[in-house]
């Protein structure tokens, strides 16, 4: 018995020692770690203190770490956790979520690994700076959770040492820099995994990427974001022994372009919850495979290719709850959509629902009003039409986001429909639901985000419209009829950020009770002044396009961004000078009556980028503390009265990538340093104004250049033949530069990204235009009107890609180069009024894409060469060149006459040699002729106006089926 006592003490001991190991705490045994203070082990005290000497505490988040006496127990420091039991580090959390804030760090250090008992490590949004893995994390053996995400480290493999972490439960490595991931091998021997995020390595190279997941037995959430994952390969698919628990898979924004991911995913029909595709390159109609995955409760396969219109996979995903299948190429009836969605088990299960950027057609089905639990309805940009009732939202009561915008619907309500949902954000945008304001919005009470813009709307503001809107945080009204003042509405708003009411029919003054509104766009109005002080306090205000006079109040430089254009304001710009201007990042005065000099004191405007004073009457020199905006991308000063030189301080302002200072009074020479310093110019205007001097060769390091405008000045000299160097003028096709910009505002660094976008007014084709949707496809040359020299280099040619050059108006001699036609680009080409002689080249006729071209006052001679093009255009084009002949000119070449005099005298003299061939069969021949060619195409030969419409129709149709194309590429690749 004493026996048997003394083994059920022993078994007592080693049970009471397991269960305290199974419990996180380690029994501290006698014989070593003795040098305990408080709880705190010395030896991992001080590989803690050592790791933290590797990194950067600027705000003092570990001020809790330290060798003083208060702070020797390292189990409380911040971020530590101990065991209660044997003292030992168990746990370092130095997240964000942990600590309170992000940390940077320098390196980490090796001392870490005296953390032997260490069990979960979290470093993550600790920017190591690009620093080396630190393999040494493969001998913390005791390892359940590893967190280093976002920690900025580099190499070009994944460290095969993690694989000796054999405990882990949780690994996440996502948002390093993995640069030429080979294998996966190491990643089976982590068995007991159930979190793997590897997001953000290139593991382009990793076929077998499926086969290696599947060996994860355990496994529940897979993420792979944005790692270039390739399609499975069909071989690696069959691997039998794989996961049956794998819930969650996240594969956004990879390149699976074929239907074997599907594939894969069928061994996980019954586990799978959470599915995100989105962003690949997945094509072909949607998959039956979704069918079987009956726990599937989040779809996303937004922004693929997938086609079709008949999902009825879907109609077996009785717990689907968030299904996205939005910019894709789904066609067909919206309907067959209904029958699936809206009238199977989905029905009680779906909460969101998008479907929009696709091209789905037909009317919405009123099904869609029994599905008690949806959320979120997202059906904008389709081709919908038809008309919406009250029975299209009948059950909805937890509605909270609805999107119908860009389609052609109608919404039929009644004025006392009383909605059974509360809506945070309503867009409708371009859904008619006018004339009148639509009454239901006032049971609204949630709102936080309201665009009804362009719904004909032709109504009076109702009285109860803006008590609805205090908590709204975006309002869009713009492009409605909406008539009316603003007139005894004082109602005050607690925020109010943004509100949309330009291109309506507003009058009067401006109320004060938009001061809550930080973004305020009244634009296209009939607004009158004063402007109220109290919009000082909006970050952008944007009253262009109104009928405001008067002085400009200097409370407004306050403003971030401030568009005040197409008014009939007046008085000077001191408001510049104020000490609140330090805030304005974008100032637009354009098109008023603003006039006195611009004052020389800008230093103090570091945050802005855009600055448009053209069309004013402003004069003096252009002060040199312009210099000072560093930041500057445009600069406007078209048609003022400045004079003097333009100021060298300007090439300090080395991000200007607009300068327009055409129709003023400047003079001097043009300055070297803008093709030295400015670098980054796409356009440079300096057109109409005194420059005199010749062009620098520096201009050709411009080789961002694509709208180059020195017309209408004094410039002699000869065209640099360097200019085939403007590397952007060289290239054919569109450009990758845009004239769109955007800037943070110093405020909301981190909340708003405003967007701008440049226009530019330049002769075109003989006439002013103002171009700006299209600006960045105008790629122009235009050094007309000034008194260059010599040769028109044949360098030029090699500007593949430009659209527009203008060389008339000056003593240009020699020949049109031979390789003219190089340039297939060109839509407009001017070389009249110069001494340029010689034949006009054949190449010239090659360019099918010319609509305007202009030889006349030259010294041309010759034939014009035949070409559909060139003989379309008026020959006044052609006038002035006295040896130059041929259509579409009157006058007949030398070789012409006497050919047609020849083959006449041929035709007379001809014996019939054909006895079968009759003089009648020669009649019927002749009226054939006459009726079947003469009657249609001699009206275009003979009928000079006929046939000048015909071909300025046909170069027309050219020109606007070109630009089209253009765009809608534009569309599809920002799309």
């Known amino acids: 018995m004493q026996g048997h006592g003394r083994c059920f003490k022993l078994f007592l001991a080693f049970s009471l020692l397991l269960l305290q190991y199974v419990q996180g705490g380690e029994v501290e045994h006698s014989h070593r770690d003795t040098n305990v203070t408080g709880r705190c082990i010395e030896r991992e005290r001080q590989a803690l203190l050592a790791f933290k000497r590797g990194l950067v505490d600027e705000s003092d988040l570990l001020s809790s770490w330290g060798s003083e006496a208060q702070k020797q127990d390292c189990c409380r420091w911040v971020g530590v956790s101990c065991s209660n039991q044997t003292g030992h580090v168990l746990q370092l959390d130095l997240s964000p979520e942990v600590v309170g804030e992000v940390i ?96 953000e390595a290139n593991l382009s190279n990793v076929f077998d990427w499926p086969e290696t997941v599947n060996k994860l037995l355990e496994l529940t959430n897979l993420t792979l974001q944005e790692c270039d994952l390739p399609s499975p390969i069909l071989s690696t698919l069959s691997y039998i022994n794989s996961s049956k628990s794998l819930a969650s898979v996240d594969l956004f924004y990879n390149r699976l372009n074929n239907s074997s991911i599907f594939l894969w995913l069928s061994n996980y029909n019954t586990s799978l919850v959470y599915l995100d595709l989105s962003f690949n390159q997945l094509a072909g109609s949607i998959p039956d495979v979704f069918g079987n995955m009956s726990s599937l409760a989040h779809l996303d396969l937004c922004s693929n290719q997938l086609e079709g219109g008949d999902p009825h996979s879907f109609a077996k995903l009785c717990s689907l709850q968030y299904l996205d299948l939005s910019s894709n190429n789904l066609s067909g009836q919206l309907s067959k959509f209904g029958q699936i969605l809206f009238s199977t088990c989905a029905q009680n299960s779906l909460e969101e629902l998008y479907l929009s950027e696709n091209d789905l057609a037909g009317s919405l089905p009123e099904s869609i009003g029994l599905m008690s639990k949806l959320q979120t309805i997202d059906f904008s940009m389709n081709s919908l039409e038809g008309v919406i009732s009250e029975t299209h939202f009948s059950k909805l009561s937890k509605l909270q986001h609805l999107d119908l915008s860009s389609n052609s619907l109608v919404l039929d309500i009644h004025a006392d429909w009383i909605p059974p949902f509360q809506l945070d954000f309503i867009i409708l945008r371009s859904c008619k639901m006018g004339p009148d304001f639509p009454k239901w919005l006032q049971t609204q009470k949630n709102l936080s985000y309201l665009d009804i813009s362009d719904a004909g709307i032709s109504d009076n503001f109702p009285s109860w419209f803006w008590s609805l809107c205090r908590n709204v945080e975006f309002m869009n009204l713009t492009s409605n009829q909406i008539r009316g003042t603003f007139a005894n509405l004082t109602l005050e708003f607690s925020y109010f950020p943004k509100l949309h009411l330009s291109s309506n029919k507003l009058e009067g003054p401006i109320p004060s009770f938009l001061s809550k509104a930080s973004y305020l766009d009244l634009s296209s109005n009939k607004l009158e002044s004063p402007i109220p002080s109290v919009l000082s306090k909006s970050s952008y205000l944007d009253l262009s396009s109104n009928k405001l006079e008067g002085p400009i109040p200097s409370v407004l430089s306050n403003v971030t961004h401030l568009d005040l254009s197409n008014n009939k304001l007046s008085g000077s710009i001191s408001f510049l000078c104020s000490s609140a201007a330090i805030g304005l990042v974008f100032l637009n005065l354009s098109s008023n009556n603003v006039s006195g000099q611009v004052p020389d004191c800008l230093t103090h405007l570091e945050n802005l980028v855009m600055l448009d004073l053209s069309y004013n009457a402003l004069s003096g020199k252009i002060p040199t503390t312009i210099g000072s905006v560093f930041g500057i991308e445009t600069l406007k000063l078209r048609s003022n009265r400045f004079v003097g030189q333009l100021p060298a301080s300007l090439k300090n302002c080395t991000s200007l990538v607009v300068i327009d200072v055409g129709d003023n009074k400047l003079s001097g020479p043009i300055p070297e340093w803008l093709g030295v310093s400015l670098k980054n110019l796409i356009i440079l205007m300096l057109s109409s104004n005194h420059f005199n001097g010749s062009l620098p060769s520096q201009l050709c390091h411009l080789i961002r250049i694509q709208n180059l405008d020195f017309s209408m000045n004094n410039i002699s000299g000869s065209i640099p033949p360097c200019l085939k160097n403007l590397t952007t003028l060289a290239q054919k096709g569109n450009s990758s530069l845009t004239n769109e910009h955007s800037y943070a505002t110093p405020t909301y660094l981190n909340r708003y990204n405003y967007p701008y976008i440049d226009d530019a007014t330049f002769m075109w084709k003989g006439g002013m235009q103002t171009f700006r949707s299209i600006l960045w496809l105008v790629k122009r040359i235009d050094l007309s009107s000034n008194k260059l020299t010599g040769e028109i280099p044949s360098e030029i040619t090699h500007l593949v890609g430009l659209v527009s050059l203008n060389l008339s108006r000056n003593q240009l001699t020699g020949q049109i180069t031979k390789e003219i036609g190089n340039l297939q680009s060109l839509d407009s080409l001017d070389l009249s009024r110069n001494h340029i002689e010689g034949r006009i080249p054949t190449s010239l006729a090659r360019i099918d894409r010319l609509g305007f071209l202009d030889l006349s006052y030259n010294n041309l001679s010759g034939k014009i060469p035949v070409g559909t093009q060139l003989q379309g255009f008026d020959p006044s084009f052609y006038a002035g060149n006295l040896q130059l002949c041929g259509p579409p000119l009157k006058k007949m070449c030398a070789d012409e006459v006497e050919k047609g005099s020849s083959e006449q005298t041929n035709f007379i003299n001809q014996e019939d040699k054909d006895e079968l061939i009759t003089l009648g069969f020669y009649i019927s021949m002749g009226l054939g002729f006459v009726v079947g060619f003469w009657g249609v195409c001699g009206t275009l030969i003979f009928s000079r106006s006929w046939r000048y419409a015909c071909l300025k129709f046909l170069n027309g149709l050219n020109d606007w089926l070109f630009v089209r194309i253009v765009l809608l590429k534009r569309q599809l690749k920002d799309a």
């Open 104 to 199: 940077q760090g320098k390196l980490i250090s090796p001392k870490l690994i005296e953390l032997h008992h260490l069990q979960h490590l979290a470093l993550s949004s600790i920017d190591f700076n690009g620093s080396q893995f630190p393999y040494f994390i493969g001998s913390l053996t005791n390892l359940r959770y590893l967190d280093l995400s976002l920690t900025n480290f580099t190499g070009s493999q994944f460290p095969s040492q993690v694989g000796n972490l054999t405990n882990l439960v949780h690994l996440d490595l996502r948002g390093n820099f993995f640069t030429n991931v080979e294998n996966l091998n190491w990643l089976p021997l982590l068995s007991s995994l159930r979190y793997l995020d590897l997001s």
